[in-house]
Nanobody, 126 residues
């Protein structure tokens, strides 16, 4: 599966952005999906994940209550709605996919995901 992110940009603290990730190549609903981010000099951090049907969502503590993950399987698209953004949300954001159904991906570990997009930059200014 190929993944392409979009929707990044610059926003002031307290603002909102919506990221999109379009998948191609294989049936989108075969995959559980995730969002990750990486700031300069730091490791890749799991932000959120959603199961193949969209019925289950998972969030890191740092974004819970502010970010919402969703998917539209008819459009082969994954979304991340980011509200009340903070400067510490600034990073390159990546979407990722896994066809594993063993549940390991729900821990938001990058190692649990097999396919990655190229990323979209998000910058939040104070």
């Amino acid at each position: 599966v190929q993944l392409v992110e979009s929707g990044g940009g610059s926003v002031q603290s307290g603002g909102s952005l919506r990221l999109s990730c379009i998948a191609s190549g294989k049936p989108f609903d075969d995959y559980n999906m995730g969002w990750f981010r990486q700031a300069p000099g730091q490791g890749r951090e799991g932000v959120s994940a959603i199961n193949f049907s969209g019925g289950s969502q998972f969030y890191s503590d740092s974004v819970k209550g502010r970010f919402t993950v969703s998917r539209d399987n008819a459009k082969n698209t994954l979304y991340l709605q980011m509200n009340n953004q903070k400067p510490e949300d600034s990073a390159m954001y990546y979407c990722a996919a896994t066809d594993s159904n063993d549940g390991s991906w729900t821990d938001l570990s990058p190692a649990s995901f097999d396919y990655w997009g190229q990323g979209t930059q998000v910058t939040v200014s104070s």
